[in-house]
Each structure stands twice: as C-alpha cells, then as structure tokens.
C-alpha cells in the first residue's frame, strides 16, 4: 500500500472542488464554528473575538468543534475577516452583537496610506493554528478564507456594518482614484492572509465578498472585480478557491471572472439555475439558514431540494446559502449533514 494513511487529498470535500464524483456530495456550513455551540460559548468564556482569533489553542479547539460534533467534511478556519486589518495596526474591534467597528474611517488619500503591507511576521498565531489543526484534522480538509476588498472596503469606510454602504459607493463615483488604491492595498493584504492560510496547511480557500450584492453588475465589474480577481491570484493554483457573496444573484457570471473554481450560490437563486448561467463550475450553496429552524420533516424536504438542484452542477458542495444563525438547534444542521450523505451516497 502506497499510502496507508488517509489524507485531506481523497476527502469528498476535494473531490468535488476538482470536479470529481465524491463519495458522497459533502456538506460544511458557513459559521458552522460560533454562537450556535453551547460548547464554543464555553471556550470563548470572556474573551474578546478578536483575541480568540490570537491564541492558536483557541482557535484549534474552535475549528475542531462543528467537525465533531456535526461529521461536516471539511472544517473552517476560525478567524474573522478583519484580522489581517487589526493585524497591520487598523484600530479595529468586533463589538457583539454588532459586527466589526473602526475608530478613525477612512476617506481620503492620506487614509489609504494608513494600510501596510501585510507579512506573514505579523500574523505568527494563524501560521501556528492552521499547524495545530493539520494534526488534529487528519484527513479532514481546512477552508481558509479572507474578506474580499470590497467587503472590507465597506467596514472600513463605513465605520462598521452599513445597509446601503452609501459612503462606500460615493467615494467610489466621486473619487475612483481615491477607491482604486484603497481596493488595490486590500488585495494585496487578502491575498498575502490567504497565502499564509495556504503555507501553512490550509487545504482550500474561500473569498467572503459578502456585500457584493449591494453593486449593479456594472459597478461590481468596474469597482470590485479587478481587486478580488487580484486578492485570489495571490493563491491560485495551489488549493481550490471558493468565491462567495450574499444577495449576488444578478452577478454570479461576473463574480466566477474572478478565476474563483467553485461559486459560492446564496438562497435566492436555485442550483440549477446557477448551473446552467455557469457551465462546468463547481457550485456551493444553497439552503436557507432560516430554514435550520423549521420543522424536521420541512427541513428533511428543503434539503432535498436543494441537493436535486445540485445535480444540475458539475461538482456540489452542500451548503447554507448564508452563515449559521446563531439560535440554530445544533442538532437540526446535524440532520442534515446526515441527510445529504445518505441521499447522495455512491
Ligand atoms: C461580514 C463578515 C464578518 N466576518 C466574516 C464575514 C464574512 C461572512 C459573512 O458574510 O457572514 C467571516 C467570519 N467570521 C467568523 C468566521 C468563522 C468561521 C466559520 O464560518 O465558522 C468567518 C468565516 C467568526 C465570527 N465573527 C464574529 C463572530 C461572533 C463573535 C462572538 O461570538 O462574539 C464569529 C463567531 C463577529 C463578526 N464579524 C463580522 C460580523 C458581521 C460579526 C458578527 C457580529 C455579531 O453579531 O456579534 C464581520
């Protein structure tokens, strides 16, 4: 026997990234690792998220939690989107219950200057953690990720989360300039934090451009396309890249320009749909995470759905169409991981 120990390589979750038959259609979930945990709300205890994403034990312990608890096929790095920007010194905190928060916004020229490079130096403990998880995963594969440059761009200018991003879209019109080297800086702080996820072991990536679908499909192409197709080149080649936003329906064709393998599908638009606008992609998605809190036997029939839907794909990863929420009933995404795997079993 060549290789008697089991590797991330041959895990269904891989397969269907390349477009091979899996074993079995696999299945992870968005924030699968959080508050939906009794046991993550343990570990947490009082420390702040931003100093969880710091301490490598944390972190393993985290990632590992949904894996065993739910037999997910692939874990998910826990981290957040804005580490890498408190990582170069952007004073930045995740204050609960409302998201990512910045002290001075940015507006100007003389703002965009307040961005550094990003070096591997400066963020030790995902380097450690993604090492601790390479020896407790097996041959479970990890999914690193990183905002996209739009979606950080917002938190950034806004001051924190925003519903219109209107601040965002007017520097964008009145000073593309101004935007386009904001952007360009956060590609390049993404696909650095990607690479040091990929270096040290993370088996895929996924590229959280959530806000994207607050763009017109002209606006995204001109504004936000040429900057995430820069962030995922940083690791193209080396692992599949997941590409996903919420609300993106109307720019699936332009977010799969982004060179990204596999599309990232929210709720809205079904599979196959998807699939016939996007011959030949991989596609990940796409049930409703309100849906985890329906009844057993509507869940049992909108899961079905959506893996039928799937069909209709090259490649399908299972997936929600948005993250976890966090009053989800632990043991309702547990049925149905158990669901996709015994319908798809081959
Ligand atoms: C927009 C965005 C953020 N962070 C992220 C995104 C993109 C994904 C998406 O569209 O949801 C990405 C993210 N954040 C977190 C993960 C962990 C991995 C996983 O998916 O399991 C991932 C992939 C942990 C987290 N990130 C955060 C938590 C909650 C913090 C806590 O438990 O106190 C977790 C588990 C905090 C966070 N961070 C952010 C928000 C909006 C919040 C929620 C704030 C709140 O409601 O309290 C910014």
């Not at 995740?94 to 001075?104: C, D, N, Q, R, S």
């Not at 934090?193 to 451009?209: E, P, S, T, Y």
């Not at 959506?306 to 209709?312: D, K, L, P, S, W």
Request: negative net charge; charged residues 20%.
């Amino acid at each position: 026997m060549v290789n008697a120990v089991p590797s991330p390589h041959e895990s269904p979750f891989l397969a269907a990234c390349r477009g091979e038959e899996p074993v079995h259609t696999p299945v992870w979930f968005m924030r699968q690792a959080g508050r939906s945990l009794p046991e993550y709300k343990a570990a947490r205890g009082e420390t702040s998220m931003l100093e969880a994403c710091r301490t490598p034990e944390l972190v393993c312990e985290i990632t590992m939690q949904p894996v065993r608890r739910h037999g997910v096929d692939a874990a998910v790095f826990f981290s957040d989107i804005v580490v890498p920007l408190a990582a170069i010194g952007v004073g930045i905190e995740i204050v609960p219950g409302v998201g990512p928060v910045v002290a001075e916004p940015f507006s100007t020229e003389a703002d965009v200057k307040r961005l550094r490079n990003l070096d591997p130096c400066d963020v030790p403990y995902i380097t450690e953690a993604v090492g601790l998880l390479g020896k407790e995963l097996g041959a479970t594969p990890l999914i690193g990720f990183a905002g996209a440059p739009f979606t950080l761009a917002s938190y950034l200018v806004e001051g924190g989360p925003s519903r219109d991003h209107a601040k965002t879209k007017a520097l964008m019109k009145s000073r593309p300039d101004v935007w386009h080297a904001l952007a360009s800086r956060l590609a390049a702080i993404c696909g650095e934090f990607l690479r040091v996820q990929v270096d040290a072991g993370a088996n895929a990536v996924q590229l959280f451009d959530s806000w994207a679908g607050a763009l017109s499909e002209a606006d995204y192409r001109e504004f936000a396309l040429p900057h995430s197709t820069a962030a995922l080149a940083g690791v193209a080649e080396s692992v599949p890249r997941i590409h996903f936003g919420v609300g993106t329906g109307h720019l699936l064709e332009a977010m799969a320009e982004t060179g990204a393998e596999i599309s990232g599908v929210d709720f809205r638009t079904p599979l196959d749909e998807a699939a016939k606008r996007l011959p030949g992609k991989v596609l990940q998605g796409n049930l409703d995470p309100a849906l985890i809190l329906a009844d057993d036997d509507a869940l049992i029939a909108e899961t079905d759905k959506v893996v039928a839907a799937g069909r209709a794909a090259k490649g399908h990863i299972f997936n929600l169409g948005h993250g976890v929420l966090p009053y989800s009933d632990p043991a309702k995404l547990k049925l149905v991981v158990d669901r996709v795997h015994e319908t798809t079993a081959r």
